[in-house]
């Protein structure tokens, strides 16, 4: 598709479907929506749309498949691979979702909340805890990210162990397809064995297929008892050995399992108001484990005793901490949620989210330190994440004192020797984060062409007119 | 698709694919193949192919690619809606995964098990429990059912509530594509976000898009805990508030919540063998309550008699019986699973397979029976089902002294009955069994257009010659 700049009477007439406070183009409004989270795409748009209705998403979509106008879709802009923000050089028109704000309906009986795909991911959660119940998505993003853009990421979080990813925990979608066509999946349902799994084909495609504008999604009920445990191990094969063993004896109550090494426990104290190191001793690595159970809080404490004592004495844990309270809990998450931002002051970070094979992690973290190191040397490996889904954060902080730019540089290089390595274990490039523009040339190049094929053949099928998001994921041409 | 009888040179090209003794044309070899397990359809076929290998399949593909000659996937029979067997009246090719029943790996350690498509499902619960895991999905028909059947409609069963339907059982497929091409994604990883989501495409496709020739499947670590209760309840409200608190009390250790009516008592105490009512007193209706607990047999001791106490409390259990032994619990769950055989010896039994949103079943059950036995004088409504994912079998056994066969062919005109309040409840027709032949012209029916023609869109993208089990699913035209 080749760069059409939007004439004024075609602004003119996408503007007349939002009204002319929800069709921004100058340069100060539009900045916000065209930066991707972490800095590295900058996109271009002669217009950021913001429709207040699905009527008007969908006046919108026939518009531009009318006109072959490219719609970028975009939630809270709080993506990790440029898959929500307009390709540099282009025209893309952004259509935000965000003042599709309204939670529709909440049936705590059923188990539901039915909600606008701009609601923000917190607000979701609140409205599940005013009605006693748990929506379990939970992500450093949380206070900013919306629904929309943690379905079409099919975002995962620190409750995947327990809950899975977004595709588990939604039951319908409502989609307005590139022509303006309207569908209403909006089901309710545990089991629904009707036909092609159109929902979801739709989470997870980064808003290529269509706009998702809302969503049923599933609550739970709130656990009773809730701990948070943190321990200190000799090494990551330790760490998993006490995975395999809370695994076996807390089941679905084990609903977090993190690991994070020595560094991270240092850039966090040094960093991240309020952060301190919860032991006296000092390790090399780290797990904090949370452990939720549905009947009361004496079978948390039970459990988690249990396990640090099984830990203990099979000799894979150093050393161990139980919060003592709500506060200490939630400052233990705080350190483990803080592990990315704690980077930042410490210079360039070069990150990978990948994973593999649970029983390959300590394979992996051995071969990819060592040949990281080798490629750059003083590189400080922070890689954290849910060990107990093989997704680690391998994420790279500069050389002390080495010149940031240089070391970014060189993202592109460290990704290939780090993807190389995982895809030696039959990893993923990217566990949660997804493809957008980043990852989108490196996903044609390792997977089978058929592979690639079969998703070409889904996109043509769904937008023939390839005005949909294009570019991510899938090379437009 | 007109329907071309295939030559005898095309007959021989297929046989030397795989060998004389594996390509069945006589009507006694192939009979077993011809008729859906229920007996409503009875197909025909000119030949029977049993391939050894995935290249045997792939081979065989091309060849139906190339010849346009229809393809009917079949794994163990067991399906209830005439997926998997050929259709009336045309020439399809059956294409029998029987052979291909290697367990390819197992990892303990990784919680995987690698299998091929046409392993028996049973025969993988047993690997995993010779390796001390739990693979959790179970049914009725788990003694001849085969995996890749179980893929292909998305089973459900017994276990849907605490572990999912098969979908979410599954990391990783290998299919044959129409073309013969293999899509190998048999990957092992918990989190992978990279791309649309063919895996679940495939998965409930009912072998119209491709061919499932192995999987990934998870396993679990084996409950240490196990305990079955039997309660007798005043009606379904009754069993939802249970269900509820159960939920509520139990989390995910809650693996088990099945509603059974007197009438289905007295019909598996009557005719199936071993079979006896576990309490001395008569209930109207019936629950059994499964829990599993990771850490101890003591811990589901205290769930299972905590929830008891607290439905005698609340006023929602009549009575109760808690099993004292494995043989105890076992002779439970055999009476919940014989429901539906000891429908047999009573006549003719109209079936249904629906879904409602949980918090719908007491008004869906109500409104169902008013109307039936309005229909139906003397109908005989033997409703069961997992009542945790909002899915009923919702049966008719004939009035006692009806003509069979005329109760029979009232099929149509009642499941037109009860699969109107379904919509009314904005239900599912067809909650774990599929579409197939059975439900295909009521699906059309009743999705709207849009909806079908994304799935039509879908089937072309895939197979756009329509050799994949034509007229399963959507119509072939």
């Given amino acids: 598709m080749t760069t059409i700049i939007p004439s004024p009477e075609l602004i003119a007439s996408f503007t007349d479907i939002v009204g002319p406070g929800n069709a921004l183009a100058m340069p100060a409004e539009i900045a916000p929506y065209l930066v991707e989270s972490r800095g590295l795409y900058r996109g271009t748009t002669p217009l950021v749309l913001r429709p207040g209705s699905v009527e008007e998403v969908s006046r919108i979509l026939q518009l531009a498949s009318e006109t072959r106008t490219p719609i970028v879709p975009q939630g809270g802009n709080t993506g990790h691979v440029a898959g929500g923000v307009p390709r540099e050089g282009k025209a893309d028109v952004v259509l935000s979702l965000e003042r599709l704000n309204r939670i529709r309906d909440i049936d705590p009986v059923g188990n539901v909340i039915v909600a606008d795909a701009g609601c923000i991911l917190a607000d979701i959660q609140k409205a599940a805890d005013d009605v006693d119940r748990l929506f379990p998505l939970s992500l450093g993003s949380e206070g900013s990210a919306r629904i929309g853009g943690n379905l079409s990421t099919n975002a995962g979080g620190t409750a995947v162990l327990a809950y899975g990813n977004m595709r588990q925990l939604c039951l319908g979608l409502e989609v307005v397809l590139p022509t303006g066509e309207v569908w209403d999946g909006l089901r309710r349902l545990k089991k629904d064995n009707t036909g092609y799994d159109l929902r979801d084909l739709f989470i997870g495609a980064e808003g290529t297929l269509g706009v998702i504008t809302g969503a049923v999604l599933k609550l739970f009920p709130k656990p009773r008892g809730h701990q948070v445990a943190f321990a200190g191990v000799k090494g990551v094969e330790d760490a998993l050995a006490l995975f395999e063993r809370a695994s076996s004896l807390c089941g679905p ?17 040094r960093h991240i108001h309020g952060v301190r190191d919860p032991m006296e001793t000092v390790h090399p690595w780290y797990v904090l ?10 079978s948390a404490e039970r459990m988690v ?47 990978h989210d990948v994973s593999v094979p649970v029983s390959s992690i300590p394979a992996f973290m051995a071969e990819a330190d060592a040949i990281v190191t080798k490629a750059v040397p003083g590189a400080r490996i922070c890689a954290f994440g849910h060990v107990g889904d093989g997704n680690i954060h391998y994420n790279i902080s500069q050389p002390v004192d080495a010149d940031t730019q240089a070391f970014l540089g060189r993202w592109r290089e460290v990704n290939a020797i780090v993807h190389a390595i995982v895809l030696k274990y039959n990893g993923s490039i990217s566990a949660e984060h997804g493809i957008g523009q980043l990852k989108r040339d490196e996903l044609a190049a390792i997977r ?18 390839g005005i949909m998001n294009p570019d991510k994921v899938l090379r437009a041409d």
Wanted: proline share 7%.
């Fill in 289 to 298: 484990i949370d452990i939720s159970t549905p009947d009361s809080a004496e």
């Fill in 253 to 269: 109550a084990l609903t977090g399992f993190e690991l994070m090494p020595r560094l991270g426990i240092e850039f966090t104290t």
């Fill in 305 to 351: 005793e249990s396990l640090l004592e099984a830990g203990i004495a099979d000799g894979f844990i150093e050393n161990a901490v139980i919060a003592q309270s709500d506060g200490q809990r939630k400052a233990l998450w705080h350190m483990r949620e803080s592990m990315s931002p704690a980077q930042k002051p410490e210079g360039g970070s070069i990150k």
């Fill in 448 to 465: 089978s062409p058929i592979e690639i094929e079969l998703m070409q053949r889904i996109k043509h099928a769904f937008d023939p007119a």
